[in-house]
Each structure stands twice: as structure tokens, then as C-alpha cells.
């Protein structure tokens, strides 16, 4: 744990050096110091919980690599895409806030963003029950930079957003699958469904659709409740991919003018709205009356 801690401290002020040396012509300093202080300590605290709810069970070793990139149907990786993502475009946020050229601050809110995803690599290398993958690196990394999409085309075409339900695997590894709610939202990948939301106005060149109604892509696993295609099988599981289509609301879109009320529906944005979906899980075509 020692080392973790270690590790720690040297990215939070790697992170705050970075932001310092930012050129502030025309920057309210004030404001961008606050920033970045604010953020140190909500990083800190998330990172805090991130390694009780993960790594408490989990023994130390030197520090080594493991290819994990045929476990878990890959939902692993695509979680990396969707946290660093989302890091990303909160840290573009709030540099735009203090002043920040929106180029400028899309370029330090993507390299702040995979900055803040390294700890979790060199706390898998140091864990027994882990290793550093640079498959999660590789997600981390577009899954930051994916914002830079809105310079490309004017918008993001291209959405992450999340979904939850608890499934019934993770009672048969709950020490893998967590034991609770809370662990088996961060664990559970059966439970885990990820999406990319769209403006429906994409199939439309006259803009005929509300701008707050979305075209949602999801993808899902079931019966993995071991890493490893071999692993499932060999205990009786075949794990199966899930691909769903489904509606959803860009909740960004609604006009209000707290700015409180923003940020809670921006907040909230990040999850899927539950919907009907139609669901291909690679034998049979199913209708969900509201997925979630």
C-alpha cells in the first residue's frame, strides 16, 4: 500500500505542475488555481474509495504486466473509455470556465484526463491479483481524447454513456463480483451495460427531430463469471456478447437557466435514460419493454 500512496503523490503534483505552467495571459488565476484544487481533492477522495472497494482484498508484489485483453469480453476496456472520456470533458469544462482557450483547454483536459487514469495501471501492477495492462492504457487514452470529436465536426456525434442492473452472477464470486450494490456497479460486468448516444438528427438533414432525442448503441456481456473464455467453460459458463439499440434523451439540450441545474443534468447525461430496446445477443432477437 505504501507504494500506492507513493505513486499517488507523484501524479497529483505531476497533474498540478502540468496546470501551473499553463500560460495565463488571459486567465483568471484565481479561478484555474481553485479549479485544480477542487479537482486534486475529488480525485483523492474517488481514488481513496476506487482502492478500498478494489484493491483491499489484494495482496502487493513488484510491479509487472499482464495481458488481460481476452477477459471479460473486453467490458473492461470500454470502461476505461467511458471514465476517461467523461474525465476528459469535465476537466475541458472547467479550464473553459477560468478563461481558457477552448483548443487549450480541450488539450489539457485530455492529457490532465489520462494523467488521472495512470494510478489505476500502477496500482494493478503492484496488485497480486493484477498486473498493468497496456490494453486498459491504450482505452484510457482514446477514451480521452475521443472529446476532441465537437472540434472536428461542431458536435459530438459520439456520446459514452452507462447503465446498471444487478445480475444474478455476481452471489456466485461475490468476492470478485462484489458483495454489495455499490461493489457490484464497479465489478459486476454482467450488470454493466455501455452505450454511444447519438443525435437522431444525424438521419436527418432537415433536422425534423427534437435535438434532445438520441439514437443509443449498447453493449453488454452475460455469463462471465470468470475472466477467461476457458475459465467460464471449464466451470460450466459461456460468456456471450450483448449488442442493443435503443432511444435515448441528450439531457444537455434542455434549455434552463440555473446554472446549478446544468451541471445536474449534465451530470446525470452520463447515464443511459431507460428505454424499450431490442437486444442481438449472437442467437436470438429480444424486446425489452424498458432496459436499463
Partial sequence: MRIFIKAFIVIILFQSSAFTQIKTDSIDKKQLKNIIIAESVLYT?????????????SNSQSFKFFNDNQQWLQMDKVGHVYTSYHLADLNYQLLKTSGMDPNKAMLYGSIGATIMMLPIEIFDGFSASYGASWGDALANT????????????????????????????????????????????????????????????????NNKFPPWLQFSMGYSGNEMVYGTPKDNLSNGYKANRQWLLSLDLNLSKIEVEQQWLKIILKVINTVKIPFPAVEWDGKAVVLHPLYF
Fill in 142 to 205: 482514446v477514451g480521452a481524447f475521443l472529446p476532441y470529436q465537437q472540434f472536428l465536426f461542431d458536435q459530438n456525434y459520439i456520446y459514452p454513456k452507462f447503465s446498471f442492473s444487478q445480475s444474478s452472477y455476481s452471489r456466485l464470486r461475490p468476492n470478485t463480483l462484489g458483495n454489495n450494490y455499490i461493489e457490484q456497479l464497479i465489478k459486476d460486468y454482467n450488470g454493466q451495460t455501455y452505450w454511444l448516444s447519438t443525435d437522431l438528427n444525424i438521419f436527418s438533414p
Fill in 45 to 57: 477522495a474517488g481514488m481513496v474509495g476506487l482502492g478500498f472497494l478494489w484493491y483491499k482484498d
